[in-house]
C-alpha cells in the first residue's frame, strides 16, 4: 500500500457482515466469511448458482435486492463487491457513516479495509497484503505455506510439543527424499538420535537449541549399541522432550525400528512412526532399475545377506528363493554375494542371469557395476564394491540395460 495500513485479524463469529453483489468475487470472497462464523447477508438482486446454493442450505442469507444503506445497520464488516461503481461508492459512503470497515473490489484506494492473500499451516495463519498486487500476494503465500509444510521455514517456538518417540525414515540419503511428515518431525524434535545412513545433509539444517546423538558415536557391538540406543530415547523422553530417532531408508526394513518400538512401548513412552522411502524399491529406481515389469517379473523378494546361505542363524530358506521367478533384492550382501549366487545357481537359477549392484544409491558418489550370477563374485572384487550397496538379481536388470549384457 501507498499508504499506512494496521494489519489485524478479525473475529468475526456471530457477527453480520454484508456482501454487497452477488458475482465471482462474492462467491470468492463469501466461503471464508463462513468458515470464520461470520453472519454473512450476501445483497444482490441476482447472484452465482454457487452463493444461490448457500442460501438455499441457509448457510447465508441472499437479500434478493439492490443495495440501500440500511442494509449495513448493525454490521461489523462490509465488502463491496458489484460491477458498478456507482453502488460500491454508495457501499463505501454507508459504510463510512455507520464506521464499518469496507473492503472494495474495484477501488483499492477508497478502500478501508483489504483482503489479505491467506493461507493456514503449522497452526498459524499467513495473511499477505499485496500493493494492489494479488498475485504476488498469492505467490508469496504459497510459498510461506510451503516452507511451513516442508518444514525450511520452522515454526518451532508456537508449536505444541509432544513429547514422546517418533521413528522417522529418511530415505536412501538425498535430502530431497524424505517424506514432508518426516522433514517437519526432525524440525519440530528436540533431540535427534541418527543413525549412519541417515540423511545426513538435513542435520546439518537442525537449529542449534537441539540435541543430535550421534549413534556411530555409541557403543560398538550391535547388542550394546541397540540397547544404548533404546536407553537413550527412552530417557528424554521420560524427560518431557520431543525425541526424533533417524535411521535410512525406512525403520522397518531391516532397521530394527520395532526393537526401538517395544522399548518404548515397555517404559510406557508414546511411540509414532513416519515411514520413509526404503532402499530396496528406491535405490534400484534411482539407478533406473525397476524391481517389476510387465512380462518380466510378477514378485520381487528383499532379503538381508548378512548371514550367508547355510549359516545356522539364517531364517532364509535360499532354495526356495532360487526357484522363484522373479526379482530378487539383496541388502547387507556385499560381503556374502558370492556364497549368495553359488547357493541361487545351487537352487537352479541360471548362471546367466543379470545382476546390478547399486552403490552409495541417492549419494554422489553412486555408481552401478553390471554383472551375471555367474561372475559376480569376480566383479564385485574387481571393481572394489563397499557397502552401503543394493544388489538386484533377474531379468529387469537386463530390461533397463540391455546393452551391458
Ligand atoms: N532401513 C534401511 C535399510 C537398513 S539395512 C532401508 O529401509 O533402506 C542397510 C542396508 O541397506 C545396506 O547394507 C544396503 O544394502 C542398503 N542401503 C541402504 N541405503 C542405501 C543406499 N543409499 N545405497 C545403497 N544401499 C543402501
Redesign the pocket.
Known amino acids: 500500500m501507498d499508504f499506512p495500513i494496521y494489519p489485524s485479524g478479525l473475529r468475526l463469529s456471530g457477527r453480520r457482515v454484508v456482501v454487497v453483489g452477488g458475482g465471482q468475487v462474492a462467491q470468492r470472497r463469501v466461503p471464508a466469511l463462513i468458515a470464520a462464523g461470520a453472519a454473512v447477508s450476501v445483497v444482490s438482486p441476482h447472484v452465482t448458482p454457487s452463493l444461490e446454493g448457500l442460501a438455499g442450505s441457509g448457510e447465508i442469507a441472499w437479500i434478493e435486492r439492490g443495495f440501500q444503506a440500511a442494509d449495513l445497520d448493525d454490521t461489523w464488516y462490509v465488502i463491496a463487491a458489484t460491477r458498478d461503481t456507482a453502488v460500491n461508492e454508495a457501499v463505501s459512503r454507508a459504510a463510512e457513516e455507520r464506521r464499518i470497515f469496507c473492503v472494495r473490489a474495484d477501488d483499492a484506494v477508497e478502500a478501508t479495509a483489504w483482503t489479505p492473500a491467506v493461507g493456514r499451516e503449522a497452526g498459524l495463519t499467513v495473511a499477505i497484503l499485496g500493493n494492489r498486487d494479488p498475485r504476488r500476494s498469492a505467490t508469496v503465500r504459497d510459498e510461506v505455506v510451503a516452507s511451513l509444510r516442508d518444514g525450511s521455514l520452522a515454526s518451532r517456538h508456537q508449536r505444541a510439543r509432544i513429547p514422546g518417540v517418533t521413528l522417522v525414515?529418511g530415505?536412501?540419503?538425498?535430502p530431497e527424499l524424505i517424506t514432508v511428515a518426516g522433514r517437519k518431525a526432525l524440525m519440530d524434535a528436540d533431540v535427534v538420535v541418527a543413525?549412519r545412513?541417515a540423511p545426513r545433509e538435513l542435520l546439518s539444517e537442525l537449529p542449534a537449541d537441539v540435541e543430535l546423538v550421534d549413534v556411530a558415536k555409541l557403543p560398538r557391538g550391535s547388542a550394546a549399541s541397540q540397547e544404548s540406543i533404546n536407553e537413550v530415547i527412552v530417557d528424554r523422553a521420560r524427560a518431557g522432550k520431543a525425541v526424533v530417532r533417524f535411521?535410512?531408508?525406512?525403520?522397518?526394513?531391516?532397521?530394527r525400528?520395532y526393537e526401538e518400538v517395544l522399548a518404548c512401548q515397555e517404559a510406557g513412552v508414546p511411540v509414532r512412526i513416519v515411514p520413509?522411502?526404503?532402499?530396496?524399491v528406491?535405490?534400484p529406481g534411482l539407478a533406473g532399475i525397476p524391481v517389476t515389469h510387465r512380462g518380466v517379473a510378477h514378485d520381487f523378494v528383499v532379503i538381508?545377506?548378512?548371514l550367508p546361505p547355510g549359516h545356522p542363524e539364517s531364517l532364509t530358506d535360499w532354495s526356495a528363493v532360487a526357484g522363484l521367478h522373479g526379482t530378487v533384492v539383496?541388502?547387507?550382501?556385499?560381503q556374502n554375494a558370492p556364497a549368495i549366487a553359488s547357493a541361487l545357481v545351487g537352487g537352479g537359477r541360471d548362471p546367466g542371469t543379470p545382476v546390478a549392484v547399486?552403490?552409495?544409491?541417492?549419494?554422489p558418489t553412486?555408481r552401478t557395476v553390471y554383472a551375471t550370477l555367474g561372475s559376480l563374485a569376480g566383479v564385485l572384487e574387481a571393481e572394489g564394491v563397499r557397502?552401503?550397496?543394493?544388489?538386484v538379481v533377474g531379468e529387469v536388470v537386463r530390461v533397463a540395460c540391455p546393452e551391458a549384457f
Do not use: E, W, Y
Open positions: 525414515g530415505g536412501p540419503g538425498d543413525d545412513l535411521k535410512g531408508g525406512d525403520s522397518f526394513v531391516f532397521g525400528g520413509g522411502l526404503t532402499s530396496p528406491t535405490v538381508s545377506g548378512h539383496l541388502m547387507m550382501a556385499v547399486v552403490c552409495d544409491g541417492a549419494m553412486q557397502p552401503p550397496a543394493i544388489i
